[in-house]
């Protein structure tokens, strides 16, 4: 007679035999192993009910604090480091390419057209900055006709769409194409660091642990080319005293840029090459 108990022992397998393994649901793959290290953790930790409950009544305030403006639950698995390694993951490139990082929640799809040399700070508030960059491929030869869409915090780290009452629309967000060399020019503001959203139940649950709850100071860069896979990353300010401390664990030692003071007189200037991979079969551009 087959063992009906349901016991420390074989609980985690219990439950997977429930599985109907020809089902085609959108978490097939995952839950088999999803089950294994639940019940491994449970019997790990050995938490009381009560424990159990918090736990549960903690998920809920996730869900309940989730809507069309805020996403809590991308906040958890942010700040747990699981979207840096899903990412890590998915978007390996041969070395010398610009690794790919999370696009965040900032980001506006319709940003204007700017003209090389533009200033995209619309206030005239913050300490100046000129980007010269540059986009490549792996052979260092220029990819020209390049879309370089470009967006950031001002120097109190606030971007536009989270202040719309007091920085005007597109404030420090444009986009440029690169010139024939590669190259494109633009002017801006140096941004600040910012904290992630701490007054959710995530913020004030992780950073209770002692959780980093800040942002280093960076620039986000949108790259397209056809025939190229298109790159979505951060510029982080080298000079940040967060930077080894990022809540969401996206620094990479090549994406560290260097903040120098101009040489055209007041202000700063950065510099910086972006490197670009062909498109390869198989892989999102
Ligand atoms: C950002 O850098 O804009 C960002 C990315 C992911 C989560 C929160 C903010
Ligand atoms: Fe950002």
Redesign the pocket.
């Known amino acids: 007679m087959r063992d009906l108990s349901f016991s420390e022992n074989n609980s985690a397998q219990r439950v997977s035999e429930r599985l109907d393994r020809h089902a085609d649901g959108p978490l097939q793959a995952f839950m088999p192993s999803f089950i294994d290290h639940l019940h491994a953790l449970i019997r790990e930790t050995r938490p009381s009910s009560a424990d159990w409950r918090r736990a549960v009544e903690f998920l809920t305030e996730v869900g309940h604090a989730s809507d069309g403006r805020r996403q809590e639950w991308v906040l958890l698995s942010?700040l747990l480091g699981v979207t840096a390694l899903i990412e890590e993951i998915n978007t390996q490139r041969p070395k010398g390419a610009t690794p790919n990082t999370?696009r965040?929640?900032?980001y506006r799809a319709d940003a204007p057209h700017l003209p090389l040399d533009a200033n995209i700070c619309l206030d005239g508030i913050g300490r100046p900055l000129t980007v010269t960059g540059r986009v490549q491929d792996l052979d260092g030869q220029p990819v020209s006709g390049a879309s370089v869409e470009t967006w950031q915090a001002n120097g109190d780290g606030f971007y536009e769409n989270q202040q719309p009452d007091q920085q005007p629309e597109f404030n420090l967000r444009g986009v440029f194409t690169t010139e024939a060399d590669g190259g494109f020019r633009y002017r801006t503001v140096r941004p600040g660091g910012y904290a992630?959203p701490c007054d959710g139940p995530v913020g004030q649950m992780l950073g209770g642990l002692g959780f980093p709850l800040r942002?280093p100071a960076?620039l986000?860069f949108l790259i397209k080319k056809d025939g190229f896979e298109t790159i979505s990353t951060?510029v982080y300010d080298g000079a940040d005293p967060d930077l080894a401390r990022d809540a969401?664990f996206g620094v990479k030692q090549e994406l560290i840029g260097d903040f120098s003071p101009s040489e055209k007189g007041a202000g700063w200037a950065l510099d910086f090459t972006f490197v670009m991979v062909r498109a390869r079969k198989g892989r999102a551009s």
């Open positions: 942010d999370v965040g929640p900032f992630v942002r960076h986000h951060h969401l």
